[in-house]
């Protein structure tokens, strides 16, 4: 072998080392680089789901409240250009995916967007249904919190101008005034809209495509009239402020509705159908060599395991690549 070969191949092998996440995951395809096979994009998931289902209340709860400001920013945004634009509609959407950008760019934690990375795990039976709904429902809380602090403000405060104050409170008033079966399945397809984003979010390489990505999907919320639970439980919350809704009846017959259909979307039609596309072979072959045991039944439906799964915390020496090209 000649020195040319030596220096190549240990290129090669540095090149393989930097593309591998510490947490094993692939940052580039093995056979398009510059795209992911569904194999991959779920091993990024659960790379991602691993680190995330056993974080902390403290610091799961500040990320979920930051989530919940940065919704009521499209709530600000979409009553103002409501409001300028006497309904226009389509220009009265154009910034309304402006909190969602902020959210899944900054990584903050949105309740619908932790409908896909946890259930990776439960559903390869790895982290338990109780550890799962730990998760959803400090998530919940936090963007709860946030958003109803959000609406506070502007309640109270000149942010809003007459006309968009006019704007947030039609726009508000038409959720509550909607059938709760109607309000279920437009929050399905709006929670298929956000899950399949996430999914998406993580076949992309760069912040360019994700940027482009999450501002497309979530302009199609306001267009088609479809409902986001942290942002339906901001609407709420402002006409709650301003003496206009009853909290109760309002939870009952607007936000349960919206979260129900939210986490279906999100669970069902997206997570099932994208996890049955990844193969089986990948999920073993990652298995190979890890000391992996998998829930029993009992310990998946009433045990509070969230630890670490097959995803090694330390790269195998081989890259994902070349443990797929070896058992080529």
Known sequence: MTDSDDEENGSEAVRQAVEESRHGAPAVGAVVRDRFETDEVFQRIVAAADDEIDTGIRELFFSALAAGFAITLTFLMYASLYGATDGHPILKALLYPIGFIYIIIGGYQLYTENTLPPVALVLERLASIPALLRVWLIVVIGNFVGGGLGALVLAYTGVFSPAAAE??????????????????????????????????????????????????????IP???????????????????????????????????????????GVLLVTMVNYFQTSERRRQEVREGQDVTQLSLGELTMGARAGRTYVPVEPDERSYTQRREEED
């Open 223 to 265: 267009l088609a009239n479809l409902f986001h639970v942290v942002v339906s439980f901001t609407e709420l919350m402002y006409l709650f402020f301003l003496g206009e809704a009853a909290l109760l009846s309002g939870l009952t017959t607007f936000i349960l509705p919206v979260l129900l259909g939210n986490t279906l979307g």
């Open 167 to 220: 704007a947030a409170m039609s726009l508000s008033q038409s959720g509550l005034q909607t059938p709760f079966w109607d309000l279920f399945f437009k929050a399905c397809a709006a929670g298929f809209i956000v899950a399949g984003v996430v999914w998406m979010d993580y076949a992309s390489r760069d912040t360019i495509s994700r940027l482009v990505l999450i501002y497309v999907a979530f302009l199609c």
